[in-house]
């Protein structure tokens, strides 16, 4: 079960942000798209709880698309994002399976390929960490991204099969940092994988998408996070 701190801090959400556009059918998902559809490499999005609607999801978004990547944020909540003031938590998550969301990724990889693209990243926060895994498992991408994952097990990680970067929160009990350190332990056992696994000080779960304007502190950290995801990708899908 994810930790109550995965549904802390909601954004308030805005389906006309972004620069990008809404399509309604991405490989048979609703999806905001940004960047060039003749790049040749691509990155998908993977929301938290809150949905693809998140003004800094979408924010988020539109800088990766500025560096060249075609950029796609699937709507795998279908529509019922986590609701601080109706959902019940114990209810919400059986119902949003990130397995499920794993399975319906498939076709928009597929999707994505169809335009051409060789290469292919994604990066999940919290909730969406856990479909970025499921997709490094099986070489459906080629770079995967984990910030503030929930959800995770030590045996996931044990079946990663491309290079992943793993940015953790410092204060998080939905993967706290005991759990991280197990997660490099795992990895630099495996000699194969290229991984890096960052703790991000004095940030707490939700950091590097879930903060304010208004906080300068949490917005450099979530520019610092940004940052390295990027470099991730870049290292990967160019």
């Known amino acids: 079960m994810a930790s109550s701190h995965c549904f802390e801090n909601p954004p308030a959400l805005n389906p006309s942000c972004g620069v990008g556009d809404v399509v309604d059918d991405f490989g048979g998902q609703k999806a905001y798209v940004a960047g060039s559809a003749g790049s040749k490499a691509a990155v998908v999005l993977i ?33 019922d994002p986590y609701d601080m003031n109706a959902s019940n938590p114990t209810l919400w998550l059986p119902a949003h399976d990130p397995k499920k969301a794993f399975e319906e990724a498939k076709p928009v990889i597929a999707a994505i390929k169809e335009k051409g693209v060789s290469k292919i990243g994604a990066a999940g926060y919290c909730w969406g960490a856990k479909v970025a895994v499921e997709l490094a498992k099986v070489h459906e991408i080629q770079a995967a991204v984990l910030l503030h994952p929930s959800l995770l097990t030590v045996d996931d990680i044990k079946e990663v099969k ?17 759990l991280l350190k197990q997660f490099e332990q795992i990895l630099s056992a495996n000699s194969g ?9 004095g940030v707490a779960h939700g950091w590097a998408v879930r903060y304010s304007d208004d906080d300068a502190a949490a917005v450099t950290s979530a520019e610092e ?12 899908l160019n």
């Not at 491309?162 to 005991?178: K, V």
């Open 225 to 236: 996070a940004l940052k390295d995801m990027s470099h991730w990708f870049h290292k990967y």
């Open 193 to 201: 994988i290229d991984h890096i696994v960052k703790i991000f000080p």
């Open 162 to 178: 491309c290079p992943i970067s793993i940015l953790g929160a410092e204060i998080d009990r939905s993967t706290p940092p005991e």
């Open 47 to 79: 929301s938290d709880a809150f949905g693809f609607e998140a003004p800094n999801l979408r924010k988020i978004a539109d800088k990766v698309a500025s560096s060249g990547y075609f950029v796609v944020v699937p709507d795998f909540l279908h529509g």
